[in-house]
Nanobody
Framework: QVTLVESGGGSVQAGGSLKLSCVVSGNTINRYSVAWFRQAPGEEREGVAGIYAGSNTFYSDPVKGRFTIYKDDAKNEFYLQMDVLKPEDTATYYC????????????????YGQGTQVTVSS
């Protein structure tokens, strides 16, 4: 059983930055695809960034150039650096992992954390 725990959410003004962290236990992340999803009220959950097949990265169009996903295999953690935040980035953010190594986060992942709230005010 894989467990994921997010931290780092909060409130920030537009143009600001936040860094989300995800601690993974139960298996080593270098064997998994890892990703960040988000869900705004009334919207479906969407994948925003992922690392698959070891070092390949994926970003959704709305966050490309502003968000950076990276991981620390030694700590079994991965992160989402969010810069130039916009009010439309407001959502609950979930870290996720899947044992399929080539899974980009346009598809659902098997394991999710409990979520952390990010609120961006204008």
């Amino acid at each position: 059983q894989v467990t994921l725990v997010e931290s780092g959410g909060g409130s920030v003004q537009a143009g600001g930055s936040l860094k989300l962290s995800c601690v993974v236990s139960g298996n080593t992340i270098n064997r998994y695809s890892v990703a960040w999803f988000r869900q705004a009220p009334g919207e479906e959950r969407e994948g925003v960034a992922g690392i698959y097949a070891g070092s390949n990265t994926f970003y959704s169009d709305p966050v490309k150039g502003r968000f950076t996903i990276y991981k620390d295999d030694a700590k079994n953690e991965f992160y989402l650096q969010m810069d130039v935040l916009k009010p439309e980035d407001t959502a609950t953010y979930y870290c996720a992992a899947d044992p399929k190594r080539y899974l980009v986060p346009v598809y659902p992942y098997l394991y999710y954390g409990q979520g952390t709230q990010v609120t961006v005010s204008s």
